[in-house]
């Protein structure tokens, strides 16, 4: 079983809906992150949580942490949010600061 | 723009090569990791070092090895290539060791033949 798990696997929405991806991982952890790749492969990073809820324009990121599990909520979600939103974990202890990864939940926003 | 530039952006060599990735983080960036990005296993941490020391070691082939200068730039060595070894190549950098946003080259992407 993998420690960081997504949800969906791919995803199809159609423009404006309101979108949201799941993240369940089994470690203890320091933080955890949410980074979006584009189809050219560059990887950006979105937001980096240890509690609550954070907001950067359409985009809502919020982590429980007694339940072990994190959200990416898009509202108005438009065309250009396509990309492959990535869930990673910093295991918890020591100076490292590494990440553990999930698959990946491929999005496709249509027109 | 994340600020961390890796070079080059596509390598094609053969089986048996030896080829050196190239890293420079963002600057005032002490951090880098490396990761591998394969079809088939996805993300995966290889190394990271803070400041000129190795700090992390994860799923890292002996094949391979890496470095960080003293003017915080890094090199990742792969030598006796062997097909499974095509991917992706990411190196991300921080400002410290740990819990931190990290900013991600382009990557490079290497194809084995």
């Known amino acids: 079983k993998n420690e960081v798990e997504q949800s969906p696997q791919n995803l199809t929405a159609q423009e404006g809906e309101f979108i949201t991806i799941n993240c369940s991982y089994s470690?203890?952890?320091?933080?955890l992150h949410w980074l979006q790749q584009h189809p050219g492969g560059g990887i950006v990073s979105l937001f980096m949580?240890?509690?609550g809820k954070k907001k950067h324009g359409r985009l809502i990121a919020t982590i429980n942490i007694q339940e072990k599990h994190s959200s990416l909520h898009i509202t108005a979600s438009h065309p250009r949010d396509s990309a492959v939103y990535i869930c990673?974990?910093?295991?918890?202890?020591?100076?490292?600061?590494?990440?553990?990864f999930g698959k990946g939940t491929k999005l496709s926003v249509k027109p | 723009d994340s600020g961390v530039t890796q070079t080059p952006k596509h390598l094609i060599t053969a089986t048996g090569q030896r080829v050196t990735l190239r890293c420079s983080p963002r600057?005032?960036?002490?951090?880098v990791y490396w990761y591998q990005q394969s079809l088939d296993q996805g993300l995966q941490f290889l190394i990271q070092?803070?400041?000129?020391?190795?700090?992390a070691k994860g799923n890292i082939l002996e094949r391979f090895s890496a470095q960080q200068f003293p003017d915080l730039h890094s090199e990742l060595n792969l030598s006796s290539l062997e097909l499974g070894d095509s991917a992706l190549y990411f190196c991300?950098?921080?400002?410290?060791?740990?819990?931190?946003?990290?900013?991600f080259g382009d990557g490079t992407r290497l194809s084995i033949l």
């Open positions: 070092y803070y400041n000129g020391e190795e700090r």
């Open positions: 600057s005032g960036d002490l951090s």
């Open positions: 990673a974990v910093t295991p918890w202890g020591g100076s490292q600061g590494n990440l553990i």
């Open positions: 470690v203890g952890i320091s933080a």
């Open positions: 991300a950098s921080s400002w410290g060791s740990s819990n931190q946003p990290q900013h």
């Open positions: 949580l240890s509690s």
